[in-house]
């Protein structure tokens, strides 16, 4: 996750405040509770398209063999994402291992799967992380029972078709075209 200047500028003052909660002025509550609001944000939007990967990534393994280029492109990103590859994409590549890519990423997952098994066994499975508090008064900040002032909703006019409250990208806004590495440039030798 990546912050902005004034993002890093809230978070700086923020942990000031914890540090020293005296000097709390209301600009910097304000400051830092829409601060949380957009980490909030960015994780909602981090599971959405995590979800979006895994489903993309489920139809492509329906669809092979034809979709072997896709799927193996896919699947790379999920384990760099860090994906544990489940039973259908192991009996997939599998199936698919005569591919050298395909058998290189068949160990990869088998040895993924193998220690996820051995963790979730020996009871170290990683648990799912708990979902964040929200941030509702910081100690010694002003008054504790006033509530922020609501931000004032920009006027707009009402659309024929509601929308949803987060639209699905689409697969090109979501996953870019990768650029494909450029290879060196061949050594000269004086002779």
């Known amino acids: 996750m990546a912050f902005g200047a004034d993002e ?38 981090g599971e959405r398209l995590r979800a979006f990967l895994l489903a993309d990534l489920a139809r492509y393994r329906d669809a092979l063999p034809g979709s072997l280029p896709g799927y193996t492109e896919l699947l790379q990103d999920a384990l760099a994402a860090g994906y544990d590859p489940g039973p259908d994409d ?68 009402a659309p024929a078709h509601p929308a949803p409250e987060h639209p699905v990208p689409k697969p090109s806004e979501a996953f870019p075209p990768r650029r494909r590495p450029v290879p060196p440039p061949e050594e000269r030798r004086a002779g």
């Open 8 to 45: 890093l500028r809230v978070l700086r003052r923020a942990l000031a405040i914890a540090l020293h909660p005296s000097a709390v002025q209301d600009q910097d509550i304000k400051d830092c509770l829409r601060l949380a609001d957009s980490v909030d944000e960015a994780v909602r939007e």
């Open 90 to 157: 192991l009996s997939a590549l599998r199936a698919l291992r005569s591919d050298p890519v395909c058998a290189a990423l068949l160990e990869r997952c088998r040895r993924i799967a193998e220690r996820s098994v051995r963790d979730r066994l020996a009871g170290r499975a990683a648990a799912p992380p708990a979902p964040r508090t929200r941030l509702l008064t910081l100690v010694g900040g002003g008054d504790q029972d006033k509530k922020p002032e609501p931000r004032p909703a920009p006027a707009r006019p």
